[in-house]
């Protein structure tokens, strides 16, 4: 069966995951402001889920229609076939969002949304009551310049979550933001990555799965798992194709400091979490000593910064070390990300390339140098 689908995503990376689900052999991909359409069957619902390093999470959309009034929005929910996803016995919460729209109540739109699918279940199921004790399919709606979007949510727990993380240190980098940084830096199975500000080692890690083909959801399940509505086989073959994708003759090493020694051994903890710990070198160091011996590097790092951890004067003058450590040099580049609007001047030089991403809230550049 086609479907259409949604992959959310930070702001910034809608490219990214374009072009990664066109790689999946997704068809009709079209972005938008933070998400990504697509179209596909079964496996390529499965394929996303297990294999996107950018999405936020995989939605299929069950409609999209314009709704000015709340008797528009439940009669056009209502008719939708929710029989043919949820059971009797399933959880079905409602959440979503309204944005310059005449429907503006978030609570009120959840509550016509749900009490649509109810009176659409009641009708096919022939019964009045239900208890929600089943697997959960969660409902998600959007409405923009009042055109609704109703979608049901595949993934459960956000994509972000590999399940090698399971404690961050003060101001982890999401796992979806890591990896965008990494292949915007253009990292390769046969490079050496540096993070001299590694943290918990989220790069490190992101890096390792990017450079070996390790499929970012090979080791865990989501929602739709559970509902019954994807084919044994079909998982048992995508996991089966993660395992014979994965490269297992590449010379990528990666290399992380911190001045945190909590922090660098919750790095090496999370790299054997998910089986990349060979790949990954660590240890305590401020970046003051920072003296990398490769011949040829490709630094990503997400370093402390004004409105993260440290106050602006602090993070101005360790910009202003970073300039002076990383140095122009051939086989050499460095991509780092941050807010301060003033980074290239205490860094010492312009950037050769930038992109706008946000991590989390806050709106930052990716400061690219390779010449």
């Not at 609704?148 to 590999?162: E, F």
């Not at 084919?231 to 995508?238: H, I, L, Y």
């Not at 040829?296 to 951890?309: A, D, H, I, Q, S």
Request: charged share 25%; with cysteine.
């Amino acid at each position: 069966m086609n479907m259409l689908m949604c992959a959310p995503c930070l702001l910034g990376t809608e490219g990214l995951v374009s072009q990664e689900l066109k790689n999946m052999q997704a068809q009709n991909v079209r972005a938008e402001n933070g998400r990504v359409f697509f179209e596909g069957d079964e496996t390529i619902l499965a394929r996303a889920n297990i294999w996107s390093r950018f999405s936020e999470r995989i939605l299929i959309v069950l409609d999209t229609f314009e709704a000015v009034t709340f008797e528009q929005l439940f009669q056009a929910v209502r008719v939708l076939p929710w029989s043919e996803f949820i059971g009797s016995r399933d959880t079905f919460p409602v959440k979503g969002f309204s944005i310059n729209s005449q429907l503006h109540s978030v609570p009120d739109c959840q509550k016509i949304i749900k009490k649509a699918v109810v009176e659409s279940l009641k009708e096919d199921y022939g019964i009045e009551w239900f208890e929600e004790t089943g697997p959960v399919h969660q409902i998600q709606f959007s409405i923009m310049k009042d055109e609704v979007c109703i979608m049901l949510d595949t993934t459960g727990a956000g994509l972000h979550k590999r399940g090698y993380r399971p404690v961050g240190n003060d101001a982890p980098i999401r796992e979806t933001l890591a990896a965008a940084m990494c292949i915007l830096s253009k990292l390769r199975h046969y490079h050496t990555l540096y993070d001299p500000f590694c943290g918990s080692g989220t790069v490190l890690v992101e890096g390792a799965m990017l450079a070996n083909n390790i499929a970012p959801g090979i080791n865990r399940n989501f929602s739709v798992d559970r509902w019954g509505f994807i084919s044994e086989a079909v998982w048992k073959n995508e996991r089966q194709r993660c395992r014979d994708l994965i490269k297992t003759d590449t010379d990528f090493v990666a290399f992380g400091s911190d001045i945190d020694s909590k922090s660098v051994q919750l790095a090496l903890q999370n790299a054997k979490n998910i089986g990349v710990e060979k790949f990954i070198r660590v240890n305590t160091a401020d970046v003051r000593s920072f003296n990398p011996t490769t011949e040829k590097g490709t630094l990503v790092t997400n370093p402390p910064y004004g409105e993260r951890m440290l106050d602006v004067k602090q993070a101005e003058e360790l910009y202003r070390i970073m300039g002076d450590k990383f140095v122009r040099r051939y086989g050499w580049s460095y991509g780092i990300i941050s807010p301060d609007e003033d980074f290239e001047k205490c860094f010492g030089r312009k950037a050769d390339k930038r992109r706008k991403l946000y991590n989390g809230m806050i709106k930052c550049q990716y400061y690219m140098y390779f010449k």
